[in-house]
T-cell receptor, first 116, second 111 residues
Framework: GAVVSQHPSWVICKSGTSVKIECRSLDFQATTMFWYRQFPKQSLMLMATSNEGSKATYEQGVEKDKFLINHASLTLSTLTVTSAHPEDSSFYIC????????????FGPGTRLTVT | EDQVTQSPEALRLQEGESSSLNCSYTVSGLRGLFWYRQDPGKGPEFLFTLYSAGEEKEKERLKATLTKKESFLHITAPKPEDSATYLCALRMNTGFQKLVFGTGTRLLVSP
């Protein structure tokens, strides 16, 4: 149990376009989902926390108008990178927790975004 | 300021050569320390959670321990398939469920 999927697994887009990444909890309901970004040979950096039915909480330095997060259901959260630029190229990973008090997060396999 | 530091940054071992990875931290309120394994191009895979000093957990060739200032991941008689990046992460007392990750240790086990 506790499987999290992401789609797509990799995407290439042109500079200035937008791209949407989906994160799904397949066998459990996730009240809270998290979005991380990981640059090569660096660790995971939390971008934002989303709770089902409410606005996402963004970490300091993350532009909420550029990285749109929607958590419309208990099994789906989406991250949209708007007006993407080459510096947005990175590995985006989501995780999901069963509820606000749950200690464990289950991670998705990640999405490799390349902006040309 | 809350900080998580992992060492060494990279480690090369021969198959069967046991060693330890370190995760040291300074936090104002710890609500759990997590160890993850990450393979290239994949998301982190959960290994252990430790909650209090003195706690130990084992899984196959891995053993995680925790003190008030650091955690160790001991690898006994490693095999090439243990090659991966090992990440530690801390859950803070504030910002519910928020995990702060260390920079990881890249482990390479040669046959």
């Amino acid at each position: 149990g506790a499987v999290v999927s992401q789609h797509p697994s990799w995407v290439i887009c042109k500079s200035g376009t937008s791209v949407k990444i989906e994160c799904r909890s397949l066998d459990f309901q996730a009240t809270t989902m998290f979005w991380y970004r990981q640059f090569p040979k660096q660790s995971l950096m939390l971008m934002a926390t989303s709770n089902e039915g409410s606005k996402a909480t963004y970490e300091q330095g993350v532009e909420k108008d550029k990285f749109l997060i929607n958590h419309a259901s208990l099994t789906l959260s989406t991250l949209t990178v708007t007006s993407a630029h080459p510096e947005d190229s990175s590995f985006y990973i989501c995780s999901a927790a069963r509820d606000r008090n749950s200690y464990e997060q289950y991670f998705g396999p990640g999405t490799r975004l390349t902006v040309t | 300021e809350d900080q998580v530091t992992q060492s060494p940054e990279a480690l090369r071992l021969q198959e069967g050569e046991s060693s330890s990875l370190n995760c040291s931290y300074t936090v104002s309120g710890l609500r759990g320390l997590f160890w993850y394994r990450q393979d290239p191009g994949k998301g982190p895979e959960f290994l252990f959670t430790l909650y209090s000093a003195g706690e130990e957990k084992e899984k196959e060739r891995l053993k995680a321990t925790l003190t008030k200032k650091e955690s160790f991941l001991h690898i006994t008689a490693p095999k090439p398939e243990d090659s991966a990046t090992y990440l530690c992460a801390l859950r803070m007392n504030t910002g519910f469920q928020k995990l702060v990750f260390g920079t990881g240790t890249r482990l390479l086990v040669s046959p």
